[in-house]
């Protein structure tokens, strides 16, 4: 079956750090690959997308690559800010299959100023 | 536009009795799921309707219904409550099944005495 693992947190930064938030995936058919971000009191929202290998989402200063060959889906920010402080999910839907999607554990970043 | 709305946004219940969760969404969307989170689990997919008229069961169906009430509204009932149904639900929906980018309802927290 299909399954996306993330790093523990929670992940401790000071502003302006650089961020490296670790994702793989396992799947049977051809994922697309997702980053959504929860907010505390929130539901969770998109952050970004790639829907094939080698593609790149990005969004609010966020970058996750698409990579077949190491089955990972990293999320990277160069400089964070106390405001992104929340959990981050990254998640796969399998396009040649169910399309339901699958959730990791979920990654809790806090920023200090 | 409200997008994903759900009602209650907090709850409390003893053992053995019931409820219903709601949730409703405005985008005009065929595809709505619900999911439960906890603590260190990420998201599990509870139920899902793919369409108006039609229900699924996800990873963890057991102790729950559901109902596809119309295009907009998708309910989560709870027959009889137990402690392991502790947990925050989130209701969410895609514009239809195979448009993978979730969106995502503020949550119900759900606390079993």
């Known amino acids: 079956g299909n399954s996306v693992t993330q790093m523990e947190g929670p992940v401790t930064l000071s502003e302006e750090a650089f961020l490296t938030i670790n994702c793989t995936y396992t799947?049977?058919?051809?994922?697309?690959l997702f980053w959504y971000v929860q907010y505390p009191g929130e539901g969770l929202q998109l952050l970004l997308k790639?829907?094939?290998?080698?593609d790149k989402g990005s969004n609010k200063g966020f970058e996750a690559t698409y990579r077949k060959e190491t089955t990972s889906f990293h999320l990277e920010k160069g400089s964070v800010q106390v405001s992104d402080s929340a959990v981050y999910f990254c998640?796969?839907?399998?396009?040649?299959?169910?399309?339901?999607?699958?959730f990791g554990r979920g990654t809790s970043l806090i920023v200090h100023p | 536009n409200a997008g994903v709305t759900q009602t209650p946004k907090f709850q409390v219940l003893k053992t053995g009795q019931s409820m219903t969760l709601q949730c409703a969404q405005d985008?005009?969307?065929?595809?709505m799921y619900w999911y439960r989170q906890d603590p260190g689990m990420g998201l599990r997919l509870i139920y899902y309707?793919?369409?108006?008229?039609?229900?699924d069961k996800g990873e963890v169906p057991n102790g729950y219904n559901v109902s596809r009430l119309n295009k907009r509204e998708f309910s989560l009932r709870l027959e009889s409550a137990a402690p392991s149904q502790t947990s925050v639900y989130f209701c969410?929906?895609?514009?239809?099944?195979?448009?993978?980018?979730?969106?995502f309802g503020p949550g119900t927290r759900l606390l079993v005495l």
């Open positions: 969410a929906s895609t514009p239809g099944w195979g448009q993978e980018t979730q969106y």
């Open positions: 799947a049977t058919g051809y994922p697309s």
């Open positions: 790639a829907t094939k290998a080698d």
């Open positions: 998640a796969l839907s399998d396009k040649g299959g169910s399309y339901i999607p699958t």
């Open positions: 985008m005009n969307h065929n595809s």
């Open positions: 309707s793919a369409s108006e008229g039609t229900t």
